[in-house]
C-alpha cells in the first residue's frame, strides 16, 4: 500500500531582538506547513532534526510529537506550526525527518530536505515533498 503524499513548506526568519551577535547567540523562528496530500490519513508520531551552523557543529533534536503534539491530517488537511533554534554563528541549516503512522498503522518516514537559516536574508522559503515512493517503511 502506498503511503500519504506529505507536502512541507518552511518559512524561516532571523530574530534579531532575541539575538546577541556579540555573544555569538543568532535565535532564528521557522515556520512549517505540512499538508496530507495522499489519499490516506497521516499521523505525526515524532521527529528528528539535524541543526547545523556554519561551523559544521551539528545538533541533533528527536522526540515526540512536533510542539507538544501529534497532529493526524486527514486527506486534504494541512497543519502549521512556529518553532525556533539558536545558532553560534549568523548561518546554518536544518534537515530532518517526522516519523508518521497511517491509519492502518503503517509506519513511515517523511523526509525533510535541508533549510537555511541566514540572518541577512529577509525571510527564507523551502518547499519540500515527500512523494510516496520516497517513504521508507520502517519494521
Same mark, same amino acid.
Given at each position: 500500500?502506498?503511503?500519504?503524499?506529505? #507536502?512541507? %513548506?518552511? #518559512?524561516?526568519?532571523?530574530?534579531? #531582538? *532575541?539575538? &546577541?551577535?556579540? =555573544? &555569538? *547567540?543568532?535565535?532564528? @523562528?521557522?515556520?512549517? !506547513?505540512?499538508?496530507? =496530500?495522499? @489519499?490516506?490519513?497521516?499521523?505525526?508520531? @515524532?521527529?528528528?532534526?539535524?541543526?547545523?551552523?556554519?561551523?559544521?557543529?551539528?545538533?541533533?533534536?528527536?522526540?515526540?510529537?512536533?510542539?507538544?503534539? =501529534?497532529?493526524?491530517?486527514?486527506?486534504?488537511?494541512?497543519?502549521?506550526?512556529?518553532?525556533?533554534?539558536?545558532?553560534?554563528?549568523?548561518?546554518? =541549516?536544518? !534537515?530532518?525527518?517526522?516519523?508518521?503512522?497511517? %491509519?492502518?498503522? %503503517?509506519?513511515?518516514?517523511?523526509?525533510?530536505?535541508?533549510?537555511?537559516?541566514?540572518?541577512?536574508?529577509?525571510?527564507?522559503?523551502?518547499?519540500?515533498?515527500?512523494?510516496? *515512493?520516497?517513504? !521508507?517503511?520502517?519494521?
Amino acid at each position: 500500500m502506498q503511503h500519504p503524499t506529505l #507536502h512541507v %513548506d518552511v #518559512h524561516t526568519h532571523y530574530l534579531p #531582538h *532575541q539575538s &546577541s551577535p556579540a =555573544q &555569538s *547567540q543568532y535565535r532564528f @523562528a521557522y515556520t512549517v !506547513r505540512i499538508t496530507n =496530500q495522499g @489519499a490516506q490519513a497521516a499521523q505525526i508520531i @515524532a521527529r528528528h532534526w539535524w541543526i547545523e551552523d556554519a561551523n559544521n557543529r551539528t545538533e541533533q533534536v528527536r522526540g515526540l510529537g512536533i510542539v507538544g503534539e =501529534q497532529p493526524l491530517l486527514e486527506p486534504g488537511e494541512t497543519y502549521e506550526y512556529t518553532s525556533g533554534c539558536a545558532l553560534q554563528t549568523p548561518q546554518g =541549516q536544518m !534537515r530532518g525527518h517526522y516519523l508518521c503512522v497511517t %491509519d492502518e498503522g %503503517d509506519v513511515f518516514e517523511c523526509a525533510i530536505a535541508p533549510f537555511e537559516f541566514n540572518t541577512t536574508a529577509q525571510d527564507n522559503v523551502a518547499e519540500i515533498h515527500s512523494p510516496n *515512493q520516497e517513504a !521508507r517503511v520502517l519494521h
